[in-house]
């Protein structure tokens, strides 16, 4: 039987005012540590007995394990002098972006072999949860907040799909991130890393590449997180990937089935397929999605013709 470990972080990128951090992240985090599955969470240590006591008080224990890690304590922390000069020449910066949470970002591949490593729920299977994720409501939506996300969390938890299943909310090609100074003149959004599943054998194979190719991009001067290095690993290494058809609010409801945004979907989505030349892909995932959807609320089959018509 298929089963899941989630996998998350809680770190204090901003070494700022304390009382701030506390609140904020502890308040943000609340959902998600409610989730009745198998958990590691790579905490900071003046939260490991807050966040701990959260998941005991739950009834957790037998299925939680808080392991106490600061941001210094990741590799890529190594290049917080090489990333500190990047983002400095950067001019589009949100105000929350500094050092320590690129290093964050780009070091969930780390913080997942490390669970992995250790597997001590003894599962086949493993899942990323951003530790917020559960109080977010991109573009509105709520479909992080809906009660009903729990259920579908629990879905998923026991018939994780193979692969690195990966929300494609866009398509890019070789010609436009081969280009490093354009690709990286500002923020692209192609694929989310915010919540994921992944099986043993693929983590193994897929993260090292991550690693080594994000670590070959700082050292040529280009850092924006771990999500857009993945056009790079999903390219070389199609097979790995199980990808998802959706946005930022749909990586959840769009698991088995395309519930949410469908216009998206069968709209920009396939566009930009189209435009790229990846009309198979599009149709594979779609072919995918048919096999596994039993609400079938998408019209794939309206999509499969259009994606095939002459403009």
């Known amino acids: 039987m298929n089963t899941t470990t989630f996998v998350t972080c809680l770190f204090d990128c901003y070494e700022g005012d304390q009382n701030w951090f506390f609140n904020y992240y502890l308040s943000g985090c609340l959902r998600t540590l409610c989730i009745d599955e198998p958990f590691i969470i790579f905490c900071d240590p003046k939260l490991v007995s ?20 600061s941001v210094g304590d990741l590799s890529l922390s190594k290049y917080k002098l090489n990333i500190e000069l990047i983002l400095a020449k950067l001019q589009n910066l949100t105000p929350r972006e500094n050092a320590n949470l690129e290093i ?10 490390t669970a992995i490593k250790q ?10 949860i951003d530790i917020n994720l559960l109080s977010k409501h991109p573009s509105n939506s709520l479909n992080y907040i809906h009660p009903d996300v729990f259920g579908r969390i629990k879905k998923i938890a026991a018939n994780p799909l193979d692969g690195m299943t990966l929300m494609s909310i866009g398509c890019t090609n070789k010609d436009l991130y081969n ?4 690709y990286y003149s500002r923020p692209r959004y192609f694929f989310s890393a915010g919540f994921y599943t992944v099986d043993i054998t693929t983590a193994f194979f897929i993260f090292p590449k991550i690693q080594e190719k994000t670590e070959d991009l700082i050292l040529k001067g280009f850092i924006r997180g771990d999500e857009m290095v993945l056009p790079w690993i999903v ?8 990808l998802l058809l959706g946005d930022y609010q749909d990586l959840i409801n769009n698991y088995f089935s395309i519930d949410t945004n469908g216009p998206t979907v069968g709209g920009r989505i396939l566009r ?11 149709k594979k995932v779609l072919r ?24």
């Open 272 to 282: 930009e397929y189209k435009a790229a030349g990846k009309q198979e892909l599009y």
């Open 235 to 242: 390219d070389a290494h199609e097979d790995k990937f199980t």
């Open 179 to 182: 280009d490093l100074s354009l």
């Open 104 to 113: 964050v970002w780009c070091s969930r591949p780390e913080l997942m072999l």
């Open 119 to 128: 597997n001590p729920f003894n599962t086949t299977h493993f899942g990323w």
């Open 288 to 311: 995918r999605y048919l096999k596994t959807d039993t609400s079938k609320t998408f019209d794939y089959n309206d999509a499969l013709t259009r994606i095939d018509a002459t403009d």
């Open 50 to 69: 807050k966040v701990l006591g959260i998941r005991l008080a739950l009834g957790y224990k037998e299925i939680t394990k808080v392991i106490p890690m």
